[in-house]
């Protein structure tokens, strides 16, 4: 969301209540004056400061993986954020990949969907996806998103930036990630060694055809492009920076508004777009082929970008996410 500097400016004193605001909601939760609910099983937050992507999903689907090797039961809470009938884009997403061996529970009341499933069957742990401002359900870890390639100290809150809290609300997070970037997150000085801080990636595993079988193929097997890319994400340049650091010939760019649901209209737009363009093929975000017109098949081919997550010094992140689960309280508001 990159508004012009006079309507931010405009939007400002809206921002400075919805600030005042978020900062009274969570002093609030912390003395207790707002009650939380608190899940039979573990509950790990994974959430962010800032609205759009900042590998969010990924981080669920890392964690789920991880806790479904070591023989966990394990349940995925979600608000489904602009989905109907139960679900969204991520969240099937997030089903495809997990092939059934997940729990879901989709609601804006999360604790109410954690006590059904409990009332259903045992649960080891509980992921929260995007639950860093779901205060109502206390957690046992709280792991908060940055994107790197953002300054954050640059952004403003909502709804004249893109901050959903202030930068200080980190405070309450006990492990944060940085993706798509090296150096320290702009957090303040005097408070750094209070964070304990890890840093990700996205890799490529291979391409599949939207469409077609689910066997992944790498970039030579595709062809040697050029292709068309579009996507429809909260940031959807890290899309395009990530083909150019996977060395994926692009010979033009598509973007459409987060969790863009693509009409046959919008397909064709795009098939004219790529023939324009000199492109041999399409290629989008896993996320996005969710969202794709069902029984959709334009000439020219889609492929689809399947990615997984790269955690540097992944050991030490999951020793530090183990002491935290096993200390005698959760993680406060």
């Avoid at 009332?119 to 994107?147: C, E, S, W, Y």
Wanted: glycine share 10%; charged share 25%; hydrophobic share 40%.
């Amino acid at each position: 969301m990159n508004l012009p500097l006079p309507v931010r400016i405009l939007l400002w004193p809206l921002s400075v209540l919805y600030g005042g605001y978020v900062r009274m909601r969570a002093w609030l939760y912390e003395q207790g004056w707002l009650e939380q609910r608190r899940l039979g099983a573990k509950v790990i937050s994974v959430g962010n400061l800032t609205v759009g992507g900042t590998g969010k999903t990924p981080m669920v689907l890392w964690l789920a993986e991880k806790f479904l090797a070591e023989g966990k039961r394990v349940a995925i809470l979600s608000r489904g954020y602009r989905g109907s009938g139960g679900t969204s884009d991520e969240i099937e997403l997030m089903k495809h990949r997990l092939e059934g061996r997940v729990t879901f529970g989709v609601g804006k009341d999360r604790f109410a969907e954690g006590h059904r499933i409990e009332q259903q069957q045992p649960v080891d742990v509980f992921l929260l996806d995007d639950g860093f401002q779901h205060l109502p359900l206390t957690r046992d870890l709280d792991i908060v998103m940055l994107d790197g390639s953002r300054k954050l100290k640059d952004q403003w809150l909502l709804p004249s930036g893109v901050l959903r809290e202030p930068i200080s609300a980190c405070r309450r997070a006990d492990i944060l990630v940085v993706t798509r970037k090296t150096e320290r997150p702009d957090i303040e000085a005097s408070d750094a060694h209070k964070y304990c801080i890890f840093y990700a990636h996205t890799r490529l595993l291979g391409f599949r055809r939207h469409g077609g079988q689910a066997n992944l193929q790498y970039l030579s097997e595709i062809g040697h492009g050029p292709f068309f890319a579009f996507c429809g994400i909260g940031n959807p340049q890290a899309f395009f920076d990530d083909l150019s650091r996977w060395h994926v010939p692009v010979a033009g760019e598509s973007i459409f508004r987060d969790h863009h649901r693509y009409t046959p209209a919008d397909l064709r737009r795009l098939e004219q777009a790529a023939q324009r363009s000199g492109a041999i093929a399409m290629v989008t975000t896993e996320k996005d082929a969710e969202n794709l017109a069902e029984g959709s098949a334009p000439a020219i081919p889609i492929f689809v970008a399947a990615i997984d997550f790269v955690l540097a010094a992944e050991s030490e992140f999951l020793a530090s996410m183990e002491r935290k689960l096993h200390s005698p309280h959760g993680a406060p508001a």
